[in-house]
């Protein structure tokens, strides 16, 4: 009778975890269906403003020692490298990939690493870890690009100190609803797309070059951070639906396994009392 | 003939791509006709409207501030914020308008001004373009 009882309590808790898990995973489909629309709608800008800044790199300015102004200040030994994680677990081996590249990256230069982290797993790791972390920002369920503009005014601000030599971002990408890929990107320098390599350019510049980098780069740092936030939301999301999706899956076959041994267990409590009365039948026949 | 390549993108969302004979936009130092074969050229953009012509049809976008790129017969325009012309909803943006002004004269943060003054610029520049728009088309009529 006490085993009944207990399955009975498996049952009961079973399914209510079932029931969150599957609310959740809800919860997260929804999200995840607007956060993925919204990161391949923002990726051709992304693109767009990198590969324009890729083409600077080739043009022939008539002062020689002109540089992108803003690879002026990249005259110190830092990296200045801001992470991007969730906020909350739950979705699987998300966080931990991230970790991974993360770890593996500020391992190659000790102490070299400043970390700016957006998600609270991210500076809640970096505390763990003793790594230097220069500030933390968190951004909602749903960011926009408000949140980010204080992490890349922040990024900006730090980069004219002239402390660092390159400004990059781990965060994780969204490449479909079952595969997110941990990646580290290198915003600053601006790397020189492949398939863009030695053209000669002239450009017309308006205003003038100086005063256009001047406000494309703050640009091109937002949009980079704030699409790093976007890639990072949709795999968050995408992640979590999928945990959750297998967290309900599991707890349903659980489910039917000890709804199966109760009903054997109740048969066989229902066999031994009818056995009890035919025994006690025969004894009074007898 | 040589056409150009435009596509015109927002942080949000590609609002239009496709083929032109002619371009217009509202470079920062005057308004620019990009033809096909134009030298490479980046520059700022201001707020204003973008024409796109593509033999007898033209098609009118408000955009808020940005850059272009031309470069081998592609123009890319990355703007702040862009709009098809006849889906400017004219009540919207006069309000969008009044509330930002209210949010500049309570001083808030200096975030909020920011985004503020920017609703104003980009709003006031579909106002006009719309209002252009209108009044061309009735003297068309």
């Known amino acids: 009778m006490a085993n009944l009882k207990e399955l009975r309590r498996r049952i009961k808790s079973v399914s209510s975890t079932a029931r969150v898990t599957?609310?959740?995973?809800?919860?997260?489909?929804?999200?995840?269906?607007?956060?993925?629309?919204?990161?391949?709608?923002?990726?051709?800008?992304?693109?767009?403003?990198?590969?324009?800044?890729?083409?600077?790199?080739?043009?022939?300015?008539?002062?020689?020692?002109?540089?992108?102004?803003?690879?002026?200040?990249?005259?110190?030994?830092?990296?200045?490298?801001?992470?991007?994680?969730?906020?909350?677990?739950?979705c699987g081996a998300l966080v931990s990939n991230i970790t991974r590249?993360?770890?593996?990256?500020?391992?190659?230069?000790?102490?070299?690493?400043?970390?700016?982290t957006i998600g609270k797993k991210a500076s809640s790791l970096i505390v763990r870890l003793g790594k230097n972390l220069k500030a933390q920002f968190g951004v909602s369920d749903m960011p926009e690009i408000q949140e980010t503009l204080a992490v890349s005014k922040l990024v900006m601000?730090?980069?004219?100190?002239?402390?660092?030599?390159?400004?990059?971002?781990?965060?994780?990408?969204?490449?479909?609803?079952?595969?997110?890929?941990?990646?580290?990107k290198n915003l600053i320098p601006v790397e020189i797309s492949e398939d863009e390599k030695e053209i000669p350019l002239d450009?017309?510049?308006?205003?003038?070059i100086?005063?256009?980098?001047?406000?494309?780069?703050?640009?091109?740092?937002?949009?980079?951070i704030y699409h790093g936030v976007l890639e990072a939301t949709a795999s968050e999301h995408s992640a979590r639906m999928v945990s959750m999706q297998n967290a309900t899956d599991n707890a349903n076959e659980l489910l039917d396994d000890?709804?199966?041994?109760?009903?054997?267990?109740?048969?066989?409590?229902?066999?031994?009392?009818?056995?009890?009365?035919?025994?006690g039948m025969i004894a009074q026949e007898g | 003939m040589k056409l150009l390549d435009v596509e015109i993108v927002t942080a949000e969302k590609t609002i239009f791509s496709g083929k032109?004979?002619?371009i217009q936009i509202p470079g920062i130092e005057g308004e620019l006709g990009i033809l096909p074969s134009h030298a490479p050229i980046i520059t700022e953009l201001n707020s204003g409207e973008v024409l796109i012509k593509?033999?007898?049809?033209?098609?009118?976008?408000?955009?808020?501030?940005?850059?272009?790129?031309?470069?081998?017969?592609?123009?890319?325009?990355?703007?702040d914020a862009a709009e098809r012309t006849n889906e400017i909803d004219i009540e919207k943006a006069k309000e969008a308008i009044q509330k930002a002004e209210e949010i500049v004269d309570s001083q808030g943060s200096d975030i909020d001004i920011q985004k503020a003054l920017f609703v104003i610029r980009a709003s006031k520049a579909k106002l006009r373009v719309a209002n252009r728009r209108r009044s061309s088309r009735s003297i068309n009529n």
């Open chain 1, 22 to 90: 599957k609310a959740m995973q809800m919860i997260a489909a929804a999200k995840m269906r607007k956060a993925q629309q919204k990161v391949v709608d923002g990726r051709p800008y992304s693109e767009k403003i990198h590969s324009i800044l890729s083409h600077l790199n080739f043009v022939n300015y008539n002062d020689e020692d002109f540089e992108l102004s803003i690879h002026e200040n990249l005259t110190g030994s830092k990296e200045l490298c801001l992470m991007i994680t969730p906020d909350r677990g739950l």
């Open chain 1, 101 to 116: 590249v993360a770890i593996s990256n500020s391992e190659n230069v000790e102490e070299d690493v400043v970390f700016i």
């Open chain 1, 157 to 184: 601000d730090e980069l004219k100190t002239g402390q660092y030599r390159s400004v990059s971002m781990i965060y994780s990408e969204f490449i479909s609803t079952s595969i997110q890929k941990p990646v580290k």
């Open chain 1, 203 to 208: 450009y017309i510049f308006e205003p003038d």
């Open chain 1, 210 to 224: 100086e005063k256009l980098l001047n406000t494309l780069i703050p640009r091109y740092i937002e949009m980079e």
């Open chain 1, 258 to 279: 000890l709804t199966l041994e109760l009903n054997k267990a109740r048969q066989q409590v229902i066999t031994s009392e009818l056995l009890d009365l035919v025994g």
């Open chain 2, 20 to 22: 032109a004979s002619l």
């Open chain 2, 54 to 79: 593509n033999k007898e049809e033209v098609l009118s976008l408000v955009l808020s501030g940005g850059f272009v790129e031309v470069l081998n017969d592609r123009v890319t325009i990355l703007a």
